[in-house]
């Protein structure tokens, strides 16, 4: 078999099992139906397919976003590899798809061009899934096939379940974003939208919000994510890179805040070594992630010093302002995979007003796709 025989078998085996991943991911977020559940059935399985069909329906349109745009500048580019994740309780089933570009992109127009690409395609495929999620919610009393005891309280049951829940019930909100109260508002029907706490079981709109997190975080302008092709080419190399150090930095200071808490300080032996690993780690993430702005070991050390100081006394001062630490994950992708830099193009030419246009457009997607805590 030729090696492009090869790699297009291994993208196709790729595809298929993040079909299932996604699936059994989605019958399980959606419906509670765990493939460690006993009795887990084909019809269980197939549950999940309103969310997986949907999901990778917007995440492909993303990727072949990309990949038309480069195939149109004649640039030897990879079909998607999609990346799936075990079927483990409260993972989604995969970390998305990539393509990988074989040749070199020469000019910053083209660059744009391709980084841009999939941003659009896929956040306008989410309107379009979002607008029909929102469009066909069904009755309210749906959520008592999810929850039957529920019923015991009627539609007002989100003023007794989420307040009396036990620490052994997993309870997930939803963070939501612009574009979310933009539907609820002027799309969906008056007293069909879910409570934030629920809106895992509604498979349509779980699909369209994930995607929206997946865009909000290939548009930041950092590095080599699609938003930092389009802030590179929006705003030139120089002005770019200050642009993408301070959004990391910015990132990674809001995903830390409330995150290490040593106060009221432990009196047991216990907690004081539990805290000294809390303290280490804490350091040593900080070292690791900050590498990214490519300064010598102590500098690098001293700014994590920096950092670690004030997370400790901004969570003595300021108990109550506290970040997502989920963020965190991300911040360790960009700083020890991504990085934060732009190469330079080889042709610097100035974007013209219709692509100036589409990158602030890019940006504006950024900020309505954004939730500050997307799911706790």
């Given at each position: ?7 297009v ?15 059994i ?19 269980d ?15 492909t ?8 745009t ?19 309780p ?71 379940v ?16 612009l ?83 040593i106060?009221p ?60 630490s ?10 020890k ?25 890019a940006?504006f997607?950024?900020i ?9």
């Amino acid at each position: 078999m030729k090696p492009d025989q090869r790699r297009v078998l291994l993208q196709i085996l790729l595809f298929l099992t993040t079909l299932v991943t996604t699936t059994i991911a989605g019958a399980e977020w959606s419906y509670g139906k765990s493939i460690y559940m006993p009795g887990y059935s084909w019809a269980d399985f197939a549950s999940g397919f309103n969310f997986s069909v949907p999901f990778l329906l917007i995440l492909t349109v993303h990727e072949f976003g990309h990949y038309f745009t480069a195939r149109y500048y004649k640039i030897d580019v990879t079909l998607p590899y999609y990346i799936p994740l075990p079927p483990l309780p409260l993972w989604i089933g995969t970390m998305g798809a990539v393509i990988r570009l074989k040749s070199r992109v020469h000019s910053k127009k083209q660059n744009f061009d391709i980084g841009i690409a999939g941003p659009l395609a896929g956040f306008v495929m989410t309107l379009i899934v979002l607008f029909y999620g929102f469009k066909t919610l069904p009755e309210p009393e749906y959520i008592y096939t999810i929850h039957p005891e529920y019923k015991a309280y009627g539609l007002n049951y989100a003023e007794k379940v989420y307040t009396n829940q036990s620490d052994s019930v997993m309870d997930i909100a939803i963070g939501k974003n612009l574009l979310f109260h933009f539907f609820e508002s002027y799309v969906a029907e008056p007293g069909r939208v879910p409570n934030v706490h629920e809106v895992m079981h509604y498979p349509t709109l779980l699909a369209g919000f994930l995607s929206l997190i997946f865009t909000c975080m290939n548009l930041f302008p950092i590095g080599q994510l699609d938003g930092g092709h389009v802030s590179y080419g929006l705003l030139g190399f120089k002005l770019y890179k200050l642009v993408g150090t301070v959004c990391f930095l910015g990132l990674l200071l809001y995903s830390g805040l409330g995150f290490i808490d040593i106060y009221p300080p432990p009196t047991d032996t216990t907690g004081a070594l539990s805290l000294t690993y809390l303290i280490l780690g804490s350091l040593f993430f900080l070292y690791l992630v900050l590498q990214c702005l490519r300064l010598s070991k102590r500098d690098t050390l001293m700014y994590a010093l920096i950092f670690l100081a004030f997370f400790i006394v901004m969570g003595r001062l300021f108990p109550d302002v506290k970040g997502y630490s989920g963020w965190l994950l991300f911040v360790f992708v960009i700083g020890k995979f991504i990085g934060i830099e732009h190469p330079p193009a080889e042709i610097e030419e100035p974007l013209d007003t219709t692509r100036i246009i589409l990158g602030w457009i890019a940006i504006f997607i950024l900020i309505i796709s954004f939730s500050p805590a997307p799911i706790s």
